[in-house]
């Protein structure tokens, strides 16, 4: 047996490595795993640095950020696959809601409602406000840079007339009710808790903004993987396998009642439900496990974007160090799961479902669309 | 000296706190020193309390918080000292590396937090004092060039020595009150505009 810690955050989207353990998955495959749930992802990151844990959930973007010098350095971290898709929720106080819609109706779409939040921005700019507060649980998460990319497509200039602080999830909901913020972004399940506690309302999720959004990876420290090539296969295995067992519709019961323990998620029962319908959370490991050198380039697109780094580094590089397709493809392989042939894809433009070519055969995706048309190639 | 430090402590486990405002005092006995214990962080906290030293619990989820607070907000650098669960030299100082002020190792002892506390003020003032020394060392190399090049661009159209542009740039950043980066900016914008054009 092949002793490794594994680290998590308590989220939804921490399931694959939940219901591994509770599965025995990680036994059958000859790894002897010690779960370990940490309070933030600061302490993921060093914890990973300094060799504490050898693998853990982390923020996709979290690695590259580290590499690039953006904050404390991470060690050396690949990751062999996704954790899933979507399940981040935005919500805003009630207060900003009913501003947004002012006697009318919200526009649903996104653009609708950033044209909305434009709006307000000027109002409170005009009568003298302070400017709006929205709230992210890590700088270099996909939260940041959804609500940024939102708030740019009603035409605001996201650096200069929002206030951006980053909260604990777990304290988000709280900070709403005291009127310390205006909104946040989060990990499900806490902004459906936030709903269901009264501290206002879900304004838009994951899919509405992009239907199949990378969020969460598989962070394994490459010194262990180094060390352990054998092992590091067989813990994506145990995960991909967690994938298909959570992603049938007949382990749903039982995947809220995995991740409502409180030495899991902690959150109610009814939240957790919630997220599950409301987030576009999916587990599928065919269609959404598999690490894209395209996620990770999108990644740092946006650190460019948002004038976090300087475009002056080699991102194809740097995205091929941290992500493994080819680890993934090891592992799927003997499973029978289809293995993509290319390790990019465009992002983005495609309304309905389609296919993409893989051995031994090709793979329907989902439909994979941004909110705002926009298409993601890779040069 | 008569200074008084400002010491905040961030950990839900107020006894664990206590023994580690315990070692503060030890530790600042000539000095006096206003220790604050919370469970959690809040943002007014560095505006009414104005801390000088912040001690957070490893575990505590407003880590991420006042991190991206030391990252962004170049107001309110503090140095932070974090608790880690286990002793070992090595990783401390990866963190010290890290660019974290100190890491302090089994925090429960509170006879070695002292002389941690000590190593990370000195840490983060040495760390602020490289920052700083680097920004202006940028600032200084981009004002050299712009000097450079407009120094280049007087000697080629007024036919001077380089010694004679210097002296031209600086005669006029005197009579203008502005600083002669700033004319040297000035002459590269307009000598823009009145180079021929090479792009028919």
């Known amino acids: 047996m092949t002793e490794l810690k594994i680290a998590y955050s308590p989220l939804n989207d921490a399931a694959l490595i939940l219901v591994a353990e509770a599965l025995g998955f990680y036994d059958s495959e000859g790894l002897n795993v010690t779960l370990i749930r940490e309070a933030n992802w600061s302490n993921i990151r060093d914890k990973l640095a300094y060799g504490m844990i050898d693998a853990a959930h982390i923020l996709a973007p979290m690695p590259f950020a580290a590499a690039l010098g953006l904050g404390p350095s991470m060690g050396r971290i690949i990751a062999p696959m996704a954790l899933g898709a979507n399940g981040n929720s935005v919500l805003v106080s009630a207060k900003l809601k009913a501003r947004l819609e002012d006697g009318g109706q919200l526009d649903s779409t996104l653009m609708g409602s950033a044209r909305l939040l434009a709006r307000e921005v000027e109002r409170r700019r005009r009568e003298g406000l302070g400017r709006l507060v929205f709230a992210v649980p890590f700088t270099w998460s996909p939260h940041h840079f959804v609500l940024r990319h939102w708030a740019a497509s009603g035409g605001l200039d996201p650096e200069r007339q929002i206030q951006w602080i980053v909260v604990p999830p777990s304290r988000m909901a709280d900070m709403v009710k005291d009127g310390v913020i205006d909104g946040f972004c989060s990990g499900s399940p806490w902004p459906q808790a936030a709903q269901l506690n009264g501290h206002g309302e879900i304004l838009f999720s994951d899919p509405d903004y992009w239907t199949l959004k990378p969020e969460k990876v598989l962070g394994v420290r490459a010194a262990w993987a180094e060390a352990n090539p054998e092992a590091t296969i067989a813990l994506t295995r145990a995960l991909l396998r967690a994938g298909q067992w959570a992603s049938a519709p007949a382990h749903r019961e039982d995947l809220i009642r995995i991740l409502a323990r409180t030495a899991s998620v902690n959150a109610p029962w009814k939240a957790i439900e919630l997220a599950l319908d409301g987030s576009g959370l999916t587990f599928d490991p065919q269609t959404a496990t598999f690490p894209w050198i395209s996620h990770a380039k999108w990644f740092m697109g946006q650190m460019v974007r948002w004038g976090m780094l300087s475009p002056d580094h080699d991102f194809d590089q740097l995205a091929r160090h941290v992500y493994r397709p080819d680890l993934w493809r090891e592992a799927a392989a003997p499973m029978g799961l289809d293995c993509p042939v290319a390790d990019e894809k465009t992002e983005g433009g495609q309304t309905t479902g389609w296919e993409i070519p893989a051995k031994p055969h090709n793979i329907i995706m989902p439909a994979n669309q941004l909110f705002d048309g926009g298409i993601f190639r890779c040069a | ?200």
Do not use: W
């Not at chain 2, 401390?92 to 990370?120: C, Q």
């Not at chain 2, 680097?134 to 004002?143: G, I, Q, R, V």
């Open chain 2, 1 to 200: 000296m008569a200074k008084t430090v400002n010491v905040l402590i961030i950990d839900p486990d107020e006894a664990r706190a206590e023994q580690v405002a315990e070692g503060v005092r030890a530790d600042n006995g000539a000095q006096e020193t206003v220790i604050r214990q919370e469970r959690h962080f809040e943002l007014r906290m560095l505006r009414d309390f104005d801390p000088d030293m912040v001690i957070i619990a490893c575990e505590s989820p407003d880590r991420d918080m006042l991190e991206a607070l030391q990252v962004a907000n170049e107001q309110v650098p503090r140095p932070v000292v974090m608790f880690v669960d286990r002793s070992d030299d090595n990783a401390t100082a990866k963190a010290l590396e890290a660019g974290v002020a100190g890491y302090i190792v089994d925090g429960f002892n509170p006879k070695r937090i002292s002389s941690i506390l000590t190593v990370a003020a000195q840490r983060f003032a040495v760390t602020q004092g490289l920052r700083k020394d680097l920004d202006k060392a940028k600032a200084d190399l981009a004002a050299r060039k712009t000097i450079d090049r407009a120094k280049g661009v007087l000697m080629a159209s007024r036919n001077l020595s380089e010694d004679d542009a210097y002296k031209a740039l600086r005669k006029h950043a005197m009579d203008t009150g502005r600083p002669i980066q700033a004319v040297a900016a000035d002459i590269l914008a307009v000598s823009d505009l009145l180079k021929p054009g090479d792009s028919q």
